[in-house]
């Protein structure tokens, strides 16, 4: 188990993988990746009881995580490679001709750690709660994680997923939401508000928290408080606020960098700003 | 025809809930979801029998299939049950990603499908259904005849792995298929054989073919029925043996003249044994309200639609 400050340093490793991956092949989603990479160091690293080596898809007596909002498949990738699921240098691959690395994630090519095609929006949530009711028939006490994007919550099956997770007291799910309020348009308030989303979630019978996801001492402490709120009847929902582009200070404050890869000069620009710690791929 | 007398009238969708039922108490791992449609599934035995393995979703189809997906990761069997038209075109997005390309093992079952879906007319009558899900790789696709083959068809898809569509009806219908005729996924069913001239057929238009080949043996012209129960992966060998053996074919469908098991057929053909083929399929259109056996008539997919498509196909030689 790693602590804080080495969870910060993995952090800022996964950060320079994002930027390098999408760099390399002039595509991908740079902004919602750099946004959630706490998240996904504290889940990896930390939270998920998970054995990367010892991977299946049943995941049966493992925690179970699923990422719904597929575009920002770079810092799974690089979570994932980092923890051991499969060889780091294969980050190289993303996005490139046959590779396990696929511009959206999918469970085609038979990459180690993904259980699930995501990338067309608003699916996740309903996988996530099916793989949470099979946990519970078979008597596997442990968690299914899953995440999602603010924008993606304008997706209407979403909404039936919330519903029928309460409906079936899915309490051994705990799914949040990358608050970032970005979309590709722009600011999700102008593109789609989506009104008060807490007063949302807890309509739909959910057990609501809220986080802040760029800080990783606020991270591990949010995750832990839902750990203990599961097995009590009801799903658990983190609002999870971000800041798109977090970490590099040019791909901050906007919509911008959603879907669209540095140049050379940018790419060096950000890297300066990220220390490698692990070694880069 | 002698050989097939009729043994009783059923839904197909009975059949399905029979072999259902059947799984629930043969396989643990076989789960069941509908989205507010128990009674016209026939899933409510197994809903009565298995309520810890039955999921009602409500009316939200698109949540269903995930929540299948979903279930499939933990090594479940889920066998979803919608009208078909519900557990197609509403939910092709969640099918393509959700299921087809992440290759999980989810049965959809697919009740009211076609024309003799009857009275309630063409928002629920999907004339598309086979098309959709033929056209997505990896899947199977399966339209039992009668209910004795969809109950049949019910079980046997619980033990191939892979996603499945399963397609059956509203009506009662002939049953005519002895209940221990050998059924296997893939392997087309030669009923009754001919020398004139072949009718392929799938779901209920096989009784059809068959009273078809009757009339026309009447008139001296041995016509070959067979049953493909499964439109993907399709025998393509029984088409060819047939083709090439009669040198005419007739395809007979519920389903769209594009898209369906005509489709099917005409590519193998024209892949391998050019032949003239005549398709019994409702011509590009959208169904309307009215009795099955009405709709059949007036979209030319009854039994003297098939007579006269099979002389058609028999003067192109």
């Not at chain 1, 092949?25 to 690293?45: D, K, N, R, W």
């Not at chain 1, 999870?240 to 140049?263: I, L, Y």
């Not at chain 2, 041995?222 to 992966?233: D, S, W, Y």
């Not at chain 2, 391998?272 to 709709?295: C, I, R, W």
């Amino acid at each position: 188990m790693a602590d804080t400050q080495e969870l910060q340093r993995i952090a800022s490793q996964v950060r320079r993988d994002i930027i390098r991956m999408v760099h390399a092949v002039q595509s991908g989603h740079p902004g919602g990746s750099l946004g959630c990479t706490e998240f996904f160091t504290a889940m990896y690293f930390h939270i998920l009881r998970h054995d990367p080596k010892n991977w299946s898809m049943d995941g049966m007596g493992q925690d179970l995580f699923f990422l719904s909002n597929g575009h920002i498949s770079p810092v799974w990738y690089s979570v994932l490679a980092r923890s051991g699921y499969f060889p780091v240098n294969e980050l190289a691959t993303f996005r490139k001709i046959n590779s396990r690395l696929q511009g959206h994630p999918t469970t085609h090519e038979g990459l180690p750690g993904v259980r699930m095609a995501s990338g067309s929006l608003g699916q996740g949530l309903s996988v996530a709660i099916g793989a949470a009711l099979a946990k519970k028939m078979n008597g596997d006490d442990h968690l299914v994680y899953s995440l999602h994007g603010d924008g993606e919550l304008q997706e209407g099956q979403v909404w039936e997923a919330a519903m029928s997770a309460a409906a079936h007291k899915v309490d051994n799910l705990i799914s949040t939401v990358d608050w970032n309020n970005r979309q590709i348009d722009g600011d999700v308030d102008k593109v789609m508000p989506l009104g008060d989303l807490k007063a949302k979630w807890l309509a739909f019978g959910w057990d609501v928290m809220e986080m802040n996801g760029n800080a990783m001492d606020a991270v591990l402490k949010g995750m832990k408080e839902a750990k203990g709120r599961t097995g009590k009847g009801m799903p658990v929902m983190i609002l999870m606020r971000t800041e798109m582009g977090q970490g590099v200070d040019f791909m901050m404050g906007s919509h911008k960098w959603h879907g669209v890869a540095p140049n050379d000069e940018q790419l060096s620009m950000a890297l300066a700003q990220l220390e490698e710690t692990l070694g880069d791929y | 025809m002698s050989t097939y007398p009729i043994l009783d009238k059923k839904d197909t969708r009975s059949g399905f809930g029979a072999g259902l039922l059947e799984l629930g108490r043969t396989n643990p791992d076989v789960v069941a979801l509908c989205a507010d449609l128990t009674g016209s599934l026939k899933m409510d035995a197994f809903e009565k029998e298995f309520p810890e393995r039955f999921i009602q979703v409500g009316v939200a189809e698109a949540n269903m299939m995930g929540i299948a997906a979903g279930l499939t990761i933990g090594g479940k069997i889920p066998f979803t049950g919608t009208f078909a038209n519900f557990s197609t075109g509403r939910v092709y997005d969640q099918i393509r990603q959700s299921i087809a390309y992440a290759g999980k093992n989810v049965k959809i079952c697919a009740s009211h499908a076609g024309l003799t879906l009857g009275e309630d007319g063409a928002t629920h009558q999907i004339l598309e259904d086979i098309g959709l899900m033929r056209m997505l790789p990896g899947m199977t696709v399966v339209v039992p005849c009668d209910h004795n083959q969809t109950r049949q068809a019910t079980l046997a898809i619980a033990v191939q792995e892979g996603p499945v569509y399963l397609r059956f009806g509203r009506p009662k219908w002939p049953v005519f298929i002895p209940a221990d005729m050998p059924f296997e996924i893939g392997r087309a069913q030669v009923l009754v054989e001919g020398a004139d001239v072949s009718l392929i057929a799938c779901g209920h238009l096989v009784w059809n073919a068959l009273k078809a080949a009757e009339e026309l043996a009447q008139e001296g012209i041995h016509a070959e029925v067979i049953n493909m129960h499964t439109i993907k992966p399709l025998d393509e060998a029984a088409v060819l043996r047939s083709a090439r053996k009669t040198g005419c074919v007739v395809s007979c469908e519920e389903h769209n003249r594009h898209g369906g098991l005509g489709d099917a057929i005409a590519q193998v053909l024209g892949r391998n044994a050019p032949t003239p083929q005549e398709f019994v399929a409702v011509n590009d259109s959208f169904g309307e309200s009215g009795t099955p056996e009405d709709l059949l008539k007036k979209y030319g997919l009854d039994t003297p639609d098939i007579v006269a498509a099979a002389k058609r196909a028999l003067a192109r030689k």
